[in-house]
């Protein structure tokens, strides 16, 4: 799996410029993974909640197993390391998600950022910020965070 992540982020050997459905499926995991994982760790305090949410969630979302999801849980926080902004992440996103999968994806977000039980700035910021990059209507993005909000402290 770690020779097809490489394929897909060092470009073809075959020098085709359209993606193959599977490359287009390992940028599309790597980049949800790495806005998890920018949810999780916005605080500086990346929690075994937090941890276990994000594990949990690409578990299930790309029915995985624990290797598989370490693995890509491992070349996403060296595409994020090698990143510079989040902008690469979020334009796959947007090239291949529509509005529900993109709002769905928000709750995800908001699940790993309640998921020690607290909220603080950062954590607020990098969520605002995503909402705005993924091109995401404020009142829903609100809306989610609430039902997450109050799933979380029942």
């Known amino acids: 799996m770690l020779d097809t992540f490489k394929k897909v982020f060092n470009g073809s050997s075959s020098g085709k410029s359209v993606l193959s459905a599977e490359e287009r499926e390992l940028r599309l995991r790597t980049a949800t993974c790495v806005l998890l994982l920018e949810a999780a760790t916005a605080d500086?305090?990346?929690?075994?909640?937090?941890?276990?949410?994000?594990?949990?969630?690409?578990?299930t979302?790309?029915?995985?197993t624990d290797e598989a999801v370490e693995e890509l849980i491992e070349k996403s926080e060296r595409e994020r390391e090698n990143s510079t902004d989040l902008w690469y992440f979020t334009n796959q996103i947007n090239e291949n998600?529509?509005?529900?999968?993109?709002?769905?994806?928000?709750?995800?977000?908001?699940?790993?950022?309640y998921s020690d039980g607290t909220m603080d700035?950062?954590?607020?910021?990098?969520?605002h910020k995503l909402q705005t990059m993924l091109n995401l209507d404020h009142s829903t993005f609100i809306e989610l965070k609430m039902k997450v909000k109050n799933e979380c402290q029942t």
Not at 61 to 64: D, G, I, L
Not at 98 to 110: I, P, Q, R
């Open 44 to 59: 500086h305090n990346f929690t075994a909640e937090e941890e276990h949410k994000v594990l949990d969630i690409l578990k």
């Open 61 to 64: 979302k790309y029915n995985m």
């Open 97 to 113: 998600m529509d509005n529900e999968e993109k709002y769905a994806l928000m709750e995800l977000v908001w699940e790993v950022i």
């Open 121 to 127: 700035k950062f954590e607020n910021y990098v969520a």
